[in-house]
C-alpha cells in the first residue's frame, strides 16, 4: 500500500494562473466583506469557491497556498513580496501567485513543498510577462 496516497493526488491537481489568482481574490473578498480573518471560515469559502464536485482541488489549493505561504519566506523569494508601510501587511506581485499555481507540488512523506528554484525560475518568468502585458 502505497503510503500518502492522498498527497500524492493533490500534488497532481493542476490550476490556471487565472484561476488561482480568481480564487484568493473572491476569498479575500469575502473575508474582507465579512470583516474575518477567521482560518476555518477561509477553508469554506475555498470550499464554496470549487463547489462540492471539486473538494479535492480545493485541498490541493490549500497545500499550494500554504506552501506558496511558506517558500514566501526564503530570502530568494522574499524579494517578491513588500510590505505596506502604513498596514505592516505583506503585499505580493500577482506573480508569486501565479508560480504557485504553475509549480509543481513536491511531497517527502507527509510535507508538501516547492522547489525553491523552479518556484523562483517560475516567478521570474511570470514577472517579466507581467512587466511586459503593462508596458504594451
Do not use: N
Not at 109 to 131: N, R
Amino acid at each position: 500500500m502505497e503510503r500518502w496516497p492522498k498527497i500524492k493526488r493533490l500534488a497532481r491537481v493542476e490550476f490556471t494562473p487565472d484561476e488561482f489568482v480568481r480564487c484568493i481574490s473572491t476569498v479575500e473578498e469575502s473575508m474582507r466583506r465579512r470583516g474575518s480573518r477567521d482560518p476555518r471560515l477561509r477553508l469554506e469559502l475555498t470550499g464554496a469557491f470549487f463547489g462540492e464536485e471539486q473538494q479535492e482541488k480545493a485541498l490541493a489549493f490549500t497545500a499550494r497556498v500554504a506552501c506558496m505561504m511558506e517558500i514566501a519566506h526564503s530570502e530568494k523569494i522574499g524579494g517578491f513580496t513588500v510590505t505596506d508601510p502604513q498596514t505592516g501587511k505583506s503585499l505580493s506581485r500577482v506573480g508569486l501567485f501565479h508560480a504557485a499555481a504553475l509549480a509543481e507540488l513536491q511531497y517527502d512523506h507527509d510535507k508538501q513543498f516547492f522547489d525553491e528554484d523552479e518556484f523562483l525560475a517560475i516567478l521570474k518568468l511570470e514577472d517579466a510577462m507581467l512587466a511586459k502585458t503593462t508596458q504594451t
